[in-house]
Protein backbone atom coordinates (compact mmCIF):
# COMPACT_ATOMS: atom_id res chain seq x y z
CA UNK A 1 0.00 0.00 0.00
CA UNK A 2 1.42 3.33 -0.94
CA UNK A 3 0.65 6.98 -0.01
CA UNK A 4 -1.11 7.30 -2.88
CA UNK A 5 -3.25 5.45 -2.53
CA UNK A 6 -3.96 6.80 0.74
CA UNK A 7 -4.32 10.43 -0.91
CA UNK A 8 -7.26 8.78 -3.00
CA UNK A 9 -9.18 8.24 0.03
CA UNK A 10 -9.26 11.01 1.95
CA UNK A 11 -12.03 13.22 2.00
CA UNK A 12 -12.63 16.65 2.65
CA UNK A 13 -15.15 18.70 4.81
CA UNK A 14 -16.67 15.31 6.06
CA UNK A 15 -19.65 15.49 8.63
CA UNK A 16 -19.00 13.69 11.93
CA UNK A 17 -22.57 14.70 13.37
CA UNK A 18 -22.88 10.54 13.08
CA UNK A 19 -19.56 9.49 14.67
CA UNK A 20 -20.28 11.08 17.90
CA UNK A 21 -22.46 10.23 20.20
CA UNK A 22 -23.64 13.78 21.37
CA UNK A 23 -24.28 14.31 17.96
CA UNK A 24 -22.66 17.42 17.60
CA UNK A 25 -22.56 19.14 14.08
CA UNK A 26 -19.07 19.06 13.39
CA UNK A 27 -17.14 19.17 10.05
CA UNK A 28 -13.15 18.12 9.64
CA UNK A 29 -10.95 19.29 7.25
CA UNK A 30 -9.73 16.01 6.17
CA UNK A 31 -11.07 12.84 7.14
CA UNK A 32 -9.59 9.12 6.81
CA UNK A 33 -11.70 5.67 7.21
CA UNK A 34 -8.94 3.62 8.79
CA UNK A 35 -9.90 -0.46 7.84
CA UNK A 36 -7.21 -2.09 7.73
CA UNK A 37 -3.73 -2.84 9.56
CA UNK A 38 -1.81 -2.48 6.66
CA UNK A 39 -2.78 0.75 5.92
CA UNK A 40 -1.05 1.89 8.78
CA UNK A 41 2.61 2.43 7.40
CA UNK A 42 1.17 4.39 4.63
CA UNK A 43 -1.09 6.71 6.49
CA UNK A 44 1.81 7.33 8.29
CA UNK A 45 4.20 8.01 5.66
CA UNK A 46 1.39 10.02 3.96
CA UNK A 47 0.92 11.92 7.23
CA UNK A 48 4.83 13.08 7.58
CA UNK A 49 5.42 13.91 3.98
CA UNK A 50 2.01 16.62 4.77
CA UNK A 51 2.92 17.40 7.57
CA UNK A 52 0.06 16.48 8.94
CA UNK A 53 1.08 14.48 11.95
CA UNK A 54 0.89 17.14 14.53
CA UNK A 55 -2.71 17.97 13.57
CA UNK A 56 -3.94 14.32 13.08
CA UNK A 57 -6.59 13.28 15.31
CA UNK A 58 -7.78 9.52 16.15
CA UNK A 59 -11.75 8.84 16.42
CA UNK A 60 -12.94 5.66 18.03
CA UNK A 61 -17.12 5.67 18.51
CA UNK A 62 -17.16 9.00 19.67
CA UNK A 63 -18.09 8.55 22.99
CA UNK A 64 -15.95 10.67 25.10
CA UNK A 65 -15.72 13.92 22.85
CA UNK A 66 -17.10 16.56 22.74
CA UNK A 67 -16.18 17.53 19.06
CA UNK A 68 -15.59 21.48 17.80
CA UNK A 69 -17.90 22.99 14.91
CA UNK A 70 -15.33 22.87 12.79
CA UNK A 71 -12.53 20.32 12.97
CA UNK A 72 -9.16 21.37 11.31
CA UNK A 73 -7.27 18.08 11.57
CA UNK A 74 -6.93 15.14 9.90
CA UNK A 75 -9.49 12.58 11.43
CA UNK A 76 -8.40 8.85 11.26
CA UNK A 77 -11.05 6.70 12.00
CA UNK A 78 -10.67 3.51 13.53
CA UNK A 79 -12.42 0.92 12.01
CA UNK A 80 -10.83 -2.08 12.14
CA UNK A 81 -12.09 -5.09 13.15
CA UNK A 82 -11.56 -8.86 14.18
CA UNK A 83 -12.62 -10.78 17.41
CA UNK A 84 -10.40 -13.97 18.31
CA UNK A 85 -9.94 -16.46 20.94
CA UNK A 86 -5.82 -16.75 21.17
CA UNK A 87 -5.22 -18.77 23.91
CA UNK A 88 -7.63 -21.58 25.99
CA UNK A 89 -6.53 -22.27 29.28
CA UNK A 90 -7.61 -23.97 32.28
CA UNK A 91 -7.84 -21.24 34.85
CA UNK A 92 -8.44 -18.27 31.88
CA UNK A 93 -9.17 -17.08 27.78
CA UNK A 94 -6.80 -14.80 25.91
CA UNK A 95 -9.63 -13.17 23.71
CA UNK A 96 -8.35 -10.42 21.44
CA UNK A 97 -10.46 -7.80 19.64
CA UNK A 98 -9.54 -4.82 17.21
CA UNK A 99 -9.79 -1.34 18.02
CA UNK A 100 -12.64 -0.52 16.06
CA UNK A 101 -15.18 -3.20 17.18
CA UNK A 102 -18.12 -2.28 18.95
CA UNK A 103 -17.59 -3.02 22.43
CA UNK A 104 -21.11 -3.82 23.45
CA UNK A 105 -21.33 -5.94 20.52
CA UNK A 106 -17.97 -7.30 21.70
CA UNK A 107 -19.52 -7.98 24.96
CA UNK A 108 -22.24 -9.53 23.61
CA UNK A 109 -19.86 -11.81 21.49
CA UNK A 110 -18.20 -13.04 24.38
CA UNK A 111 -21.25 -13.78 26.29
CA UNK A 112 -22.86 -15.93 23.33
CA UNK A 113 -19.18 -17.91 23.33
CA UNK A 114 -19.14 -18.53 26.89
CA UNK A 115 -15.99 -16.19 27.54
CA UNK A 116 -17.53 -14.80 30.48
CA UNK A 117 -16.13 -11.40 32.74
CA UNK A 118 -17.07 -8.50 30.75
CA UNK A 119 -21.13 -8.58 31.56
CA UNK A 120 -20.49 -5.86 34.15
CA UNK A 121 -19.24 -3.35 31.57
CA UNK A 122 -22.35 -4.22 28.65
CA UNK A 123 -24.06 -1.05 27.14
CA UNK A 124 -21.14 1.28 27.47
CA UNK A 125 -21.05 3.18 24.21
CA UNK A 126 -17.82 3.59 22.40
CA UNK A 127 -15.22 1.21 20.78
CA UNK A 128 -12.66 -1.31 21.59
CA UNK A 129 -10.15 0.79 20.79
CA UNK A 130 -11.44 3.35 23.04
CA UNK A 131 -11.82 1.26 26.51
CA UNK A 132 -8.44 1.49 27.71
CA UNK A 133 -7.93 4.64 27.12
CA UNK A 134 -10.52 6.35 29.83
CA UNK A 135 -10.35 3.01 31.70
CA UNK A 136 -14.11 2.34 31.11
CA UNK A 137 -15.92 1.00 34.18
CA UNK A 138 -19.24 0.51 35.93
CA UNK A 139 -20.84 -1.68 38.43
CA UNK A 140 -17.99 -2.38 40.15
CA UNK A 141 -15.97 -3.59 36.91
CA UNK A 142 -13.27 -1.78 35.01
CA UNK A 143 -10.85 -2.60 31.87
CA UNK A 144 -8.13 -2.40 34.19
CA UNK A 145 -8.81 -5.69 35.62
CA UNK A 146 -9.50 -7.32 32.22
CA UNK A 147 -6.76 -5.98 29.87
CA UNK A 148 -3.69 -7.86 29.33
CA UNK A 149 -2.15 -5.91 26.75
CA UNK A 150 -2.74 -2.90 24.44
CA UNK A 151 -1.58 -3.46 20.87
CA UNK A 152 -0.53 0.26 19.35
CA UNK A 153 0.76 1.74 16.84
CA UNK A 154 3.25 4.39 16.61
CA UNK A 155 2.59 6.97 14.51
CA UNK A 156 5.99 9.17 15.22
CA UNK A 157 8.21 5.62 14.98
CA UNK A 158 5.68 3.62 12.52
CA UNK A 159 6.40 0.79 14.43
CA UNK A 160 3.59 -1.28 16.50
CA UNK A 161 3.96 -1.27 20.29
CA UNK A 162 2.82 -3.59 22.66
CA UNK A 163 1.91 -2.57 26.11
CA UNK A 164 1.23 -4.23 29.43
CA UNK A 165 -1.61 -4.08 31.77
CA UNK A 166 1.10 -2.17 34.38
CA UNK A 167 2.14 0.17 31.53
CA UNK A 168 -1.22 1.62 30.90
CA UNK A 169 -1.05 2.98 33.78
CA UNK A 170 -4.73 2.60 34.22
CA UNK A 171 -6.83 4.47 36.92
CA UNK A 172 -10.22 5.68 37.86
CA UNK A 173 -11.03 6.67 34.42
CA UNK A 174 -7.90 7.39 33.24
CA UNK A 175 -4.90 5.89 31.44
CA UNK A 176 -1.30 6.66 29.86
CA UNK A 177 -3.09 6.73 26.29
CA UNK A 178 -5.72 9.84 27.92
CA UNK A 179 -2.69 12.10 28.66
CA UNK A 180 0.30 10.73 26.26
CA UNK A 181 -1.99 9.17 23.71
CA UNK A 182 -0.94 11.64 20.96
CA UNK A 183 0.05 9.70 17.93
CA UNK A 184 -0.57 6.20 19.07
CA UNK A 185 -3.29 4.21 17.46
CA UNK A 186 -5.29 1.49 19.65
CA UNK A 187 -4.84 -1.30 17.11
CA UNK A 188 -5.93 -3.78 19.61
CA UNK A 189 -6.74 -4.92 23.16
CA UNK A 190 -6.52 -8.53 24.54
CA UNK A 191 -8.45 -9.19 27.38
CA UNK A 192 -8.03 -12.35 30.21
CA UNK A 193 -10.83 -13.50 31.33
CA UNK A 194 -10.44 -15.83 34.31
CA UNK A 195 -12.23 -19.02 34.90
CA UNK A 196 -13.97 -20.14 36.81
CA UNK A 197 -16.34 -17.32 36.22
CA UNK A 198 -17.46 -15.55 39.61
CA UNK A 199 -20.45 -12.92 39.40
CA UNK A 200 -19.38 -9.30 40.74
CA UNK A 201 -22.40 -8.19 42.79
CA UNK A 202 -21.46 -5.81 45.14
CA UNK A 203 -22.86 -3.01 43.57
CA UNK A 204 -26.40 -2.42 45.36
CA UNK A 205 -28.39 -2.45 41.54
CA UNK A 206 -26.54 -6.22 41.11
CA UNK A 207 -27.39 -7.52 44.46
CA UNK A 208 -30.96 -7.67 43.56
CA UNK A 209 -30.02 -10.59 41.37
CA UNK A 210 -29.33 -12.77 44.48
CA UNK A 211 -32.99 -12.57 45.70
CA UNK A 212 -33.61 -14.32 42.51
CA UNK A 213 -31.75 -17.16 43.14
CA UNK A 214 -31.64 -20.37 45.32
CA UNK A 215 -30.37 -19.76 48.96
CA UNK A 216 -29.27 -16.31 47.97
CA UNK A 217 -26.41 -17.80 46.94
CA UNK A 218 -24.05 -15.86 44.34
CA UNK A 219 -22.75 -19.17 42.89
CA UNK A 220 -26.22 -19.80 41.28
CA UNK A 221 -26.07 -16.61 39.21
CA UNK A 222 -25.23 -16.70 35.93
CA UNK A 223 -23.13 -14.41 33.31
CA UNK A 224 -26.68 -13.62 31.55
CA UNK A 225 -28.66 -12.48 34.43
CA UNK A 226 -25.66 -10.14 35.50
CA UNK A 227 -25.61 -8.98 31.53
CA UNK A 228 -29.22 -8.65 31.02
CA UNK A 229 -29.49 -6.88 34.86
CA UNK A 230 -26.46 -4.29 33.77
CA UNK A 231 -28.35 -3.90 30.25
CA UNK A 232 -31.88 -2.69 31.84
CA UNK A 233 -30.52 -0.62 34.78
CA UNK A 234 -28.71 1.34 31.90
CA UNK A 235 -31.49 1.40 30.05
CA UNK A 236 -33.86 2.99 32.69
CA UNK A 237 -31.22 5.21 34.30
CA UNK A 238 -29.38 6.39 30.88
CA UNK A 239 -30.81 7.51 27.71
CA UNK A 240 -29.42 5.86 24.56
CA UNK A 241 -27.60 8.08 22.73
CA UNK A 242 -29.04 6.77 19.50
CA UNK A 243 -32.01 8.37 20.66
CA UNK A 244 -30.68 11.37 22.85
CA UNK A 245 -27.00 12.60 22.02
CA UNK A 246 -25.15 11.83 25.40
CA UNK A 247 -21.55 10.95 26.59
CA UNK A 248 -22.28 9.12 29.54
CA UNK A 249 -21.42 10.15 32.42
CA UNK A 250 -20.22 14.05 32.16
CA UNK A 251 -18.19 14.47 34.98
CA UNK A 252 -15.84 12.35 37.34
CA UNK A 253 -17.11 11.02 40.54
CA UNK A 254 -14.70 13.58 42.60
CA UNK A 255 -12.06 12.31 45.45
CA UNK A 256 -11.34 14.76 48.13
CA UNK A 257 -9.63 14.54 51.66
CA UNK A 258 -10.93 13.51 54.88
CA UNK A 259 -10.74 16.52 56.27
CA UNK A 260 -13.35 18.08 53.51
CA UNK A 261 -15.46 14.93 53.94
CA UNK A 262 -16.33 15.64 57.17
CA UNK A 263 -16.84 19.24 57.04
CA UNK A 264 -18.97 18.00 53.97
CA UNK A 265 -20.64 15.73 56.20
CA UNK A 266 -21.31 18.23 59.04
CA UNK A 267 -23.30 20.22 56.77
CA UNK A 268 -25.14 17.64 54.58
CA UNK A 269 -25.62 14.35 56.55
CA UNK A 270 -27.13 12.25 53.71
CA UNK A 271 -24.05 12.92 51.27
CA UNK A 272 -23.51 9.47 49.89
CA UNK A 273 -19.63 8.66 49.65
CA UNK A 274 -17.41 5.80 49.18
CA UNK A 275 -14.28 5.60 51.53
CA UNK A 276 -11.11 4.78 49.56
CA UNK A 277 -8.06 2.24 50.14
CA UNK A 278 -5.94 5.82 50.33
CA UNK A 279 -8.36 6.86 52.97
CA UNK A 280 -10.16 9.70 50.68
CA UNK A 281 -13.30 9.74 49.64
CA UNK A 282 -15.29 9.46 46.38
CA UNK A 283 -18.51 11.52 46.08
CA UNK A 284 -21.61 11.16 43.73
CA UNK A 285 -21.11 14.03 41.20
CA UNK A 286 -24.62 13.14 40.53
CA UNK A 287 -25.68 13.72 44.10
CA UNK A 288 -24.08 17.46 44.00
CA UNK A 289 -25.19 18.44 40.96
CA UNK A 290 -29.24 17.32 41.57
CA UNK A 291 -28.68 19.13 45.00
CA UNK A 292 -27.94 22.57 43.01
CA UNK A 293 -31.23 21.72 41.36
CA UNK A 294 -29.72 21.13 37.66
CA UNK A 295 -31.87 17.66 37.38
CA UNK A 296 -33.98 18.54 33.98
CA UNK A 297 -32.42 21.87 33.49
CA UNK A 298 -31.87 23.11 30.34
CA UNK A 299 -29.04 26.12 28.88
CA UNK A 300 -29.84 26.71 25.41
CA UNK A 301 -29.78 23.70 23.30
CA UNK A 302 -28.21 21.49 25.86
CA UNK A 303 -29.66 19.55 29.15
CA UNK A 304 -29.41 18.02 32.19
CA UNK A 305 -30.72 14.40 31.78
CA UNK A 306 -34.32 14.25 34.45
CA UNK A 307 -33.38 10.10 35.56
CA UNK A 308 -29.78 11.08 35.61
CA UNK A 309 -27.71 14.29 36.75
CA UNK A 310 -23.95 13.23 35.49
CA UNK A 311 -25.45 12.89 31.97
CA UNK A 312 -25.90 15.96 29.66
CA UNK A 313 -27.97 15.69 26.79
CA UNK A 314 -28.21 17.23 23.38
CA UNK A 315 -31.82 18.41 23.17
CA UNK A 316 -31.59 19.27 19.78
CA UNK A 317 -29.07 20.84 17.58
CA UNK A 318 -26.55 21.89 20.20
CA UNK A 319 -23.20 22.24 19.79
CA UNK A 320 -19.82 21.88 21.39
CA UNK A 321 -20.28 25.58 23.19
CA UNK A 322 -23.85 24.52 24.31
CA UNK A 323 -22.18 21.51 26.02
CA UNK A 324 -19.19 23.71 27.25
CA UNK A 325 -21.72 26.53 28.79
CA UNK A 326 -23.98 24.18 30.69
CA UNK A 327 -20.72 21.89 31.94
CA UNK A 328 -19.42 25.55 33.26
CA UNK A 329 -22.68 26.70 35.00
CA UNK A 330 -22.65 23.13 37.01
CA UNK A 331 -18.89 23.65 38.05
CA UNK A 332 -19.64 27.10 39.18
CA UNK A 333 -23.03 25.78 41.46
CA UNK A 334 -21.28 22.61 42.27
CA UNK A 335 -18.30 24.50 43.85
CA UNK A 336 -20.13 27.72 45.54
CA UNK A 337 -22.38 24.73 47.39
CA UNK A 338 -19.72 22.15 47.99
CA UNK A 339 -16.31 23.75 47.43
CA UNK A 340 -15.68 20.99 44.87
CA UNK A 341 -14.39 20.65 41.31
CA UNK A 342 -16.16 18.84 38.92
CA UNK A 343 -13.57 17.56 36.32
CA UNK A 344 -15.11 16.16 32.81
CA UNK A 345 -14.56 12.97 31.76
CA UNK A 346 -15.15 13.58 28.22
CA UNK A 347 -12.64 15.47 26.16
CA UNK A 348 -13.16 18.70 24.44
CA UNK A 349 -11.43 18.68 21.14
CA UNK A 350 -10.16 22.07 19.59
N1 LIG B 1 -27.64 10.17 42.47
C1 LIG B 1 -28.35 11.33 42.66
N2 LIG B 1 -29.01 11.90 41.59
C2 LIG B 1 -28.99 11.34 40.35
C3 LIG B 1 -28.28 10.14 40.16
C4 LIG B 1 -27.60 9.56 41.23
O1 LIG B 1 -28.40 11.87 43.75
O2 LIG B 1 -29.57 11.93 39.44
C5 LIG B 1 -26.84 9.62 43.58
C6 LIG B 1 -27.43 8.40 44.19
O3 LIG B 1 -27.37 8.59 45.58
C7 LIG B 1 -26.51 7.27 43.81
C8 LIG B 1 -25.18 7.98 43.60
O4 LIG B 1 -25.54 9.30 43.14
O5 LIG B 1 -26.41 6.32 44.81
C9 LIG B 1 -24.31 7.30 42.54
O6 LIG B 1 -25.06 7.15 41.34
P1 LIG B 1 -24.98 5.82 40.43
O7 LIG B 1 -24.88 4.61 41.27
O8 LIG B 1 -26.07 5.92 39.43
O9 LIG B 1 -23.59 5.87 39.70
P2 LIG B 1 -22.74 7.13 39.24
O10 LIG B 1 -21.71 7.39 40.28
O11 LIG B 1 -23.62 8.20 38.83
C10 LIG B 1 -20.91 5.63 38.03
C11 LIG B 1 -20.15 5.73 36.74
C12 LIG B 1 -21.00 5.22 35.59
C13 LIG B 1 -21.35 3.76 35.89
C14 LIG B 1 -22.12 3.71 37.22
C15 LIG B 1 -22.43 2.29 37.66
C16 LIG B 1 -18.62 7.61 36.90
C17 LIG B 1 -18.36 9.03 36.55
N3 LIG B 1 -19.79 7.13 36.49
O12 LIG B 1 -22.02 6.50 37.92
O13 LIG B 1 -20.23 5.27 34.40
O14 LIG B 1 -22.15 3.20 34.85
O15 LIG B 1 -21.31 4.31 38.28
O16 LIG B 1 -21.24 1.66 38.02
O17 LIG B 1 -17.76 6.97 37.50
C18 LIG B 1 -19.73 6.58 32.46
O18 LIG B 1 -18.59 6.70 32.90
O19 LIG B 1 -20.08 7.09 31.35
C19 LIG B 1 -20.73 5.88 33.26
C20 LIG B 1 -22.02 5.83 32.91
Not at 15 to 30: D, I, K, M, P, R
Not at 107 to 128: D, S
Not at 213 to 220: K, T
Not at 315 to 329: C, T
Request: net charge negative; aromatic share 10%.
Amino acid sequence: MSSSTIASSVSYNQSLSGFNTFGVSSFAEQYFDLKEKKQLKALAEYLVSRSLLERSFILGGGSNVVLPQRLNQFVIHNQLKGIELIAEEEDYFLVRAAGGEVWHDFVAHCLERGWHGLENLALIPGTVGAAPVQNIGAYGKEIKDVCYEVEVFDFNSKAFLTFTNEQCHFAYRDSYFKHDGRGLLIVSVTFKLPRPWRAQLNYPDLQKLLETVEGANPEHVTAEQVFNQVCSVRRYKLPDPKEIGNAGSFFKNPIVSPEHHEQLVSTHADLPSYKQSDGRYKLAAAWLIDQCGWKGRDVGRAGVHHRQALVLVNRAGAVAEDIRQLAEAIQQDVYAKFNVCLEPEPIFVV
